[in-house]
Nanobody, 124 residues
């Protein structure tokens, strides 16, 4: 069982940055691929980024590539999403998710555990 708690969201102006964190409980954090997804009002949940257990493989949505960076600290059981050059279209609830395995995925249904989300609002 893994419990995930996101933090770090907030209101920021376009062009600004936020660092999202996701703290995990459980003893097998390093066995999980960790991902970030987001959902804007009236839209489906979409993949943002994912990272394998070692951090050696990472994947990003085209819309955030070059602006967002995912990282993890297995000793702290925490995954991070550094968001830079934020745009109003990045406004959404951001969710952390855990997938048991070694290969990252952009498919939400493959993830086993989810956090409750943190709101990111980017003003123009």
């Amino acid at each position: 069982q893994v419990q995930l708690v996101e933090s770090g969201g907030g209101l920021v102006q376009a062009g600004g940055s936020l660092r999202l964190s996701c703290a995990a409980s459980g003893r097998t954090f390093s066995s999980y691929v960790m991902g970030w997804f987001r959902q804007a009002p009236g839209k489906e949940r979409e993949f943002v980024a994912a990272i394998t257990w070692s951090g050696g493989n990472r994947g990003y949505a085209d819309s955030v590539k070059g602006r967002f960076t995912i990282s993890r600290d297995n000793a702290k059981k925490t995954v991070y999403l550094q968001t830079n050059s934020l745009k109003p279209e990045d406004t959404a609830v951001y969710y952390c998710a855990a997938l048991y395995g070694r290969v990252w995925s952009r498919r939400a249904y493959e993830y086993d555990y989810w956090g409750q989300g943190t709101q990111v609002t980017v003003s123009s």
